[in-house]
């Protein structure tokens, strides 16, 4: 089973609806992360959060909103989609301390915005 | 700010020949991490290698090593025996040692595609 994944995979959605893109991980790692990356731009790193009473912004974070609902558990939502979100987003997690130094990715997920 | 440029958008090698990537950066940081990923047509981030800053002996994994130049800032990536398994994306990433100016972010080149001969 894989240790960190994203539902859905894949998802076509219009201008101005509401998304939710969602992370799970049974690493039991306690730090979570959400990047999104673009064709030639590499990854970009749009909210971070070392437990659940700590979420922090990345490079990117406006218009885009996180929620962490437990420690397995870290959701990413776009209030009101736009074309230039269309992007493939990736969760990360890493252990934290003074052995946090590899991040640990789910398989992405495909968003296009019409 | 940190950068990494990888200036090989992309690159192709004969199967079984022996493959170079090449990766430089920018910081004013002496202690930080370095990281090679691999990503195939099924979009996984792999770890392929990875590198400490304060470490003078190159990483290897494998047939994966690294040439990691610190004074010149430069990371690259040797592929040796290539096998069609390898093509992918390729990154190299960045990862400031001191976490609390580094926002604990990873800093991510754009990319280089390996293509693999057969």
């Known amino acids: 089973d894989a240790d960190v994944t994203q539902t859905p995979r894949n998802r076509i959605t219009k201008t101005g609806k509401r998304i939710m893109l969602e992370c799970s991980q049974t690493?039991?790692?306690?730090?979570m992360y959400w990047y999104r990356q673009d064709p030639g731009l590499g990854l970009r790193l749009i909210y971070y959060?070392?437990?659940?009473?700590?979420?922090n912004k990345g490079e990117i974070s406006d218009g885009y909103s996180v929620s962490r609902q437990a420690q397995a558990k870290f959701s990413l939502s776009l209030e009101s989609a736009i074309p230039n979100q269309t992007a493939l987003y990736f969760c990360?997690?890493?252990?934290?301390?003074?052995?946090?130094?590899?991040?640990?990715f789910g398989p992405g997920t495909r968003l296009t915005v019409l | 700010a940190q950068t990494v440029t990888q200036s090989q958008p992309e690159m192709s090698v004969q199967e079984a020949e022996t493959v170079t990537l090449s990766c430089t950066y920018d910081t004013s940081e002496s202690d930080y991490y370095l990281f090679w990923y691999k990503q195939p047509p099924s979009r996984q981030m792999i770890l392929v290698i990875r590198q400490e800053a304060y470490k003078q002996q190159n990483a290897t994994e494998n047939r994966f090593s690294v040439n990691f130049q610190k004074a010149a800032k430069s990371f690259s990536l040797k592929i040796s025996d290539s096998q069609l398994g390898d093509a992918a994306m390729y990154f190299c990433a960045y990862r400031s040692a001191n976490d609390r100016d580094s926002n604990y972010q990873l800093i991510w080149g754009a990319g280089t595609k390996l293509i693999i001969k057969p």
């Open positions: 690493k039991g790692h306690d730090r």
């Open positions: 959060s070392f437990d659940v009473k700590d979420i």
């Open positions: 990360a997690t890493s252990l934290g301390g003074l052995e946090d130094n590899e991040q640990f």
